[in-house]
Nanobody
Framework: QVQLVQSGGGLVQPGGSLRLSCAASGSISSVNAMAWYRQAPGKEGELVARIDNGGNTKYADSVKGRFTISKDNAKTTVFLQMNGLKTEDTAVYYC??????????WGQGTQVTVSS
């Protein structure tokens, strides 16, 4: 019922910044949290950041102090502001809207490449 469309991403030099967006349509009445995941070549998928309906956030240790997750007031869009990007941040990033049941809806993914 929930469709997610991502935007942002691209190629950036180390130390640069990018802002990812994920906009939802359809029914989100049962969504209790939004999150960003990433998967780099040869690595397992990793939870990058999460925000619940109460605004509580958590981050992977590797991105704390550099990334910020936020959402709009209507809870239809989730953002990921990425500052101080490092080469190890290179990955495909996916947004997810999580339901109380544990089921997830996924965005299409967007490539973030950090390279000089």
């Amino acid at each position: 019922q929930v469709q997610l469309v991502q935007s942002g991403g691209g190629l950036v030099q180390p130390g640069g910044s990018l802002r990812l967006s994920c906009a939802a349509s359809g029914s989100i009445s049962s969504v209790n949290a939004m999150a960003w995941y990433r998967q780099a070549p040869g690595k397992e998928g990793e939870l990058v950041a999460r925000i619940d309906n109460g605004g509580n956030t958590k981050y992977a240790d590797s991105v704390k102090g550099r990334f910020t997750i936020s959402k709009d007031n209507a809870k239809t869009t989730v953002f990921l502001q990425m500052n101080g990007l490092k080469t190890e941040d290179t990955a495909v990033y996916y947004c997810s809207f999580e339901r109380w049941s544990g089921a997830k809806s996924w965005g299409q993914g967007t490539q973030v490449t950090v390279s000089s």
